[in-house]
């Protein structure tokens, strides 16, 4: 045989095999794109609402009303009327030319919608795909079309989307919710060529102990077929023995069952992910082939006790998830789909909830992948799907999504949205059969009430079931999430009852609005839940959470003793993985004053170490080789990390130290009195304290004011429904609690700088020195002016009673503010009962004056601030600097704001605050007192004394 003739021989076989594998294979033909911006034009026309009446053309996948289609429609609005006046019912048409290959006509075809809003006509040619419509906005559905197709020619594909249903049940469990409502092809459409016996799907159980089970179901009856599945590695090595089957008679379905020893166990914190290989044959043919990504796991509910995963109790740190992104609704792409992942993930959870709906296969993908625990839902918020419909789409849900062993809870609605008739439609699909729950409502065992206070929690916890619910701490603006969580996880922790819950919810839904030059709409207060804004920005309670999470914890506190040998106390709150998995960066660190300089973070020395063994749920010691002169240092940092090179979180330690030197300053100080004003000069500074109030009044710095005045003004705060023993007062209206009044001076018949009982100045040892004495709530003032212009301000105040906010502050024109730098804990502000997520370090960041749900820059630049050692403020007029000489307060920088509905707190302004009580944040839900032990007021007793430096710079 001639090489030539040998070589064609060798490329004849190789297309001939190549032809065969592709005749046994799932060929995939997009007539869309995949996602946001990989689309396709078709034709399009809507029959109301912008751009009505005439045909265009729409990108798709889309929503219409991002591609400047139609009217927005926020559910919200028509609760619970099914078919009500007003409403946005707008009917779009779609149209688009196709070829299919003239190969693909002896195979059988079959058109895949993904997702589209809401009623759906499909026509092939001008033949109706189907004689039922398609009912039910987020599943995938599909017709075979093999008899409407011109194989090798052009095809016409024209659907019909009706934006509104005709089933007044898809719209009250679909349409009439909180959340956006929009029409349009949304997910991707395409087209499947099977062979003609082939197929359908398949349902896989493959358990923790390497049992493995299958039902392959066939898209036709047949009689004389074999199914095997082979079960591949992450390295595509073949898993033990290919498993094998014939089917009983004639029929669709072939049932498989088989072990495999040695598999490595899937779960959150290990997602270790197979392959089965599916094949049909017919004697020795080869007629169809598949793949399915598989993890051994297996679910329980152990009534009365937990949540398991193979074999261990298992809390779930969930967080409740819409499909979503500004510029294009609830068209994603597998970017956004595994960025979500990615990001509840970095806040060490391990679970979400779908609500409300099952979304892209992408994201269940990422699931897998990347490991979470997943509760898909089947569509519902207090409405629910009739038991026609209803059946329809939990089998296409079910069919769909069963495989992924992400997936470890089915949830039949939410809130009232469940139809019990469907509670027995799940195990009929899934092979596993799943535990299906109910959200807010107890099933199987497991109580999901939402929104439960702190107190009714515990309740909660003294029934019998396992108490895991579903929603809870309902955040809003800044408020929610973090706040309070602490104390509700605490409980949910240690309960022999608790699973874990899901917080609500992990992004604001705002819509880019494309009539309105892309501003962002929450719908007010409706979509602005989020830990993260509607960009995924980070939000304060987004590091609390991550925090509170963290599957390693350092259990030392933040003040070390002085005899501290660099031994922490390590406790693993991991289900399944030994700390020696993690690393461990600590780094000692050295900052400096502005006052003595430069600011500056110097690294003394830093280290690496790798985790000693510490088993799942237990506990075990960290030691740090630190050097000799470890306290030098003004902080230690431990980093911990992951197996994956993530962080988990870093904790900084301090120990009693001395406040920064303050030398003693040559030159001279000046002190000129008239009947109103003491005025000091000192090196270029220039104040003016009055002498009927003692406060400062004015400060001049190189010639040119600063407006810094009217303090140390004492600010006394209570909620406005708060009496004076802490309790609440049930005869006030709602929406009292978010009302906080002031109260500073001792009869508030009178104003508080009238309270002065004398004062005094006097010049001594190169200082100049003004005391001033008070009756009521302040009770002396004591100014030392250094010659450098150095003032130290001692203030001593005594309120003895309840209060919600307490210190002092002085007035500085918010509108003349331009930058802070700040030594404390940041960069996040924090509230009285969200202390956690922040670290600290020299931290800065310009003025911003978000409005919360509407405009989403942070971190914030007002609020409050723990744990602070000094601040510099950069003003258009100079640079004001205060120390902290007690670290044990706050510093205040004006007031937080909340939205434009106030729906949270009204907070009086406290300009540049010192503040020994800082309010607690409350959430959507809940009020402040109902969130826990953080969340109570304080009781202030007896004097306090606080030390504060001031100096100005031009």
């Keep these: 045989m001639s090489k030539f003739i040998y070589r064609l021989s060798i490329l004849l076989a190789v297309v001939s095999f190549s032809a065969k594998a592709q005749n046994t294979e799932t060929q995939i033909q997009y007539l869309s794109g995949k996602g946001y911006q990989d689309t396709k ?128 049940s898809v719209n009250l469990a679909e349409r009439r919710a909180d959340y956006w409502n929009f029409g349009g092809i949304f997910r991707p459409v395409f087209l499947e060529a099977l062979p003609v016996t082939h197929i359908n799907y398949t349902s896989l159980k493959a358990e923790a102990d390497g049992t ?82 598989i993890g051994f796991r297996t679910i329980e509910i152990r009534k009365g006790d937990g949540i398991y995963v193979n074999g261990q109790r298992v809390l779930m740190k969930g967080v409740n998830r819409h499909s979503f992104w500004p510029e294009s609704g609830r068209t994603l792409n597998k970017e956004l789909n595994y960025a979500d992942v990615r990001l509840i993930k970095e806040m060490n959870m391990n679970a979400v909830r779908l609500s409300h709906y099952p979304p892209d296969p992408e994201f269940l993908q990422a699931c897998d992948e990347l490991g979470l625990y997943v509760m898909n839902e089947l569509g519902g918020w207090h409405g629910h799907y009739d038991d026609a419909v209803g059946k329809k789409l939990v089998k296409e849900m079910v069919t769909r999504d069963l495989n992924h062993p992400s997936i470890i809870f089915w949830s039949n609605g939410n809130e009232g949205g469940w139809n019990t008739n469907l509670d027995n439609q799940f195990d009929i699909w899934d092979l596993q059969k799943r535990p299906v729950l109910h959200p807010q409502q107890e099933h199987n065992g497991v109580e999901t009430m939402h929104y439960r206070s702190y107190g009714e929690t515990l309740e909660y916890f003294r029934d019998d079931n396992i108490f895991m619910p579903t929603e809870y701490l309902h955040g809003l603006y800044d408020g929610g999430h973090g706040a309070g969580f602490d104390d509700y996880w605490e409980i949910m922790r240690k309960h022999p009852r608790g699973a874990g819950g899901y917080l609500w919810v992990f992004a604001d839904e705002g819509i880019a609005r494309t009539d309105q030059d892309g501003r962002i709409d929450n719908q007010g207060n409706y979509g602005a839940d989020g830990i993260v804004g509607p960009h995924h920005e980070k939000e304060g309670s987004f590091f609390t959470v991550k925090e509170v999470w963290s599957p390693v914890m350092i259990m030392e506190k933040p003040i070390l003793s002085k005899d501290f040998d660099g031994t922490f106390t390590l406790e693993n709150r991991y289900d399944f993985t030994n700390i020696n ?54 902080v230690l940092y431990v980093k911990a990390i992951n197996k994956n090179g993530n962080e988990l979180w870093t904790w900084d330690f301090t120990w009693d130290k001395k406040a920064i030197d303050k030398k003693e300053a040559s030159g001279n100080v000046d002190l000129k009195e008239t009947k109103e004003f003491y005025t000091v000069k000192a090196d270029k500074s220039e104040i003016k304290i009055d002498k009927l109030s003692g406060k400062l009044t004015e400060v001049i710095q190189s010639g040119k004011i600063i407006s810094l005045t009217n303090g140390p003004k004492i600010i006394m705060v209570r ?164 120390e902290n000489k007690d670290t044990d307060t706050y510093l205040g920088v004006y007031s937080p704001r909340d939205g434009r509905d106030a729906l949270l707190y009204t907070i009086p302004n406290t300009g540049i605050a010192v503040l020994d009580v800082i309010p607690p944040a409350r959430n959507k839900v809940n009020a402040t007192d109902l969130l826990g032990p953080s969340s109570q007021p304080k009781w202030l007793s007896g004097l306090q004394k606080r030390t504060v430096y001031l100096k ?3």
């Design 581 to 634: 998995t993690c690393t461990f960066e600590w780094e000692l660190v050295k900052f400096t004053s502005p006052l003595n300089g430069k600011a500056e973070r110097k690294t003394l020395q830093k280290g690496k170490i790798s985790s000693p063994n510490i088993q799942p749920h237990a506990k075990g010691e960290l030691k740090l080789n630190l050097p000799n002169n470890w306290q030098n240092a003004d």
């Design 719 to 882: 909620r406005g429904d708060r009496t004076l023993d802490g309790t609440i007062n049930p005869d006030f209206l709602k929406g009292e609690d978010r009302i906080y009044k002031e109260f500073s001076c001792w009869d508030e018949e009178v104003n508080c700088s009238e309270n002065l009982l004398n004062i005094e100045a006097k010049q001594e040892n190169g200082k100049v020195v003004v005391t001033a004495n008070y009756h009521g709530i302040l009770q002396k003032v004591v100014w030392t002016i250094n010659a450098d212009g150095l003032i130290q301000l001692d203030y001593e105040y005594e309120y003895n009673g309840v209060v919600d906010l307490a210190g002092m502050y002085f007035e500085y024109p918010e509108e003349k503010m331009r930058a802070k730098k700040w030594l404390g804990d940041g960069p996040y502000r924090v509230w009285q009962n969200r202390l956690k997520g922040t670290t600290l370090d020299i931290w800065e960041n310009d003025y911003n004056d978000p409005i919360p749900g509407e405009s989403f820059n942070y971190p914030e630049f007002k609020g409050y601030f723990n744990n602070w050692h000094w601040a510099e403020f950069t003003t258009e007029e100079g640079q004001i600097y205060i």
């Design 212 to 293: 493995f089970e299958a039902n392959v179901f066939l898209g036709n009856a047949a009689s004389n077929i074999r199914a095997e599945i082979t079960v591949l590695d992450i390295n595509g090595k073949k898993v033990g023995n290919t498993i094998k089957a014939d089917i009983v008679g004639s029929g669709d379905k072939i049932h498989l069952s088989g072990s495999f020893k040695n598999i490595k166990q899937w779960t959150a914190e290990t997602p270790n992910l197979y392959k089965a290989e599916i094949a049909i044959y017919k004697g020795k043919e080869l007629l169809h082939n598949i793949s399915e990504t």
């Design 41 to 168: 034009e078709w034709e399009f026309k809507i029959s109301d609402g912008r751009k009505s009446g005439e045909w265009s053309t729409i990108n798709v996948p889309s929503v219409w009303e991002q591609e400047g289609f139609g009217k927005y429609q926020y559910g919200i609005r028509f609760y619970g009327k099914p078919f009500p006046e007003g409403i946005a019912d707008e009917v779009g048409e779609y149209k688009y030319t196709f070829e299919v290959p003239k190969a693909w006509e002896n195979r059988r075809v079959k058109i895949v919608f993904d997702g589209a809003m809401t009623d759906t006509k499909v026509r092939i040619n001008g033949r109706s795909a189907s004689d039922d419509e398609h009912q039910g906005a987020f599943y995938r559905f599909k017709y075979d079309i093999t008899d409407l197709l011109k194989f090798g020619k052009k095809n016409e594909l024209s659907v019909v989307v009706s934006k509104e249903s005709k089933n007044a």
């Design 952 to 954: 100005f710079k031009k």
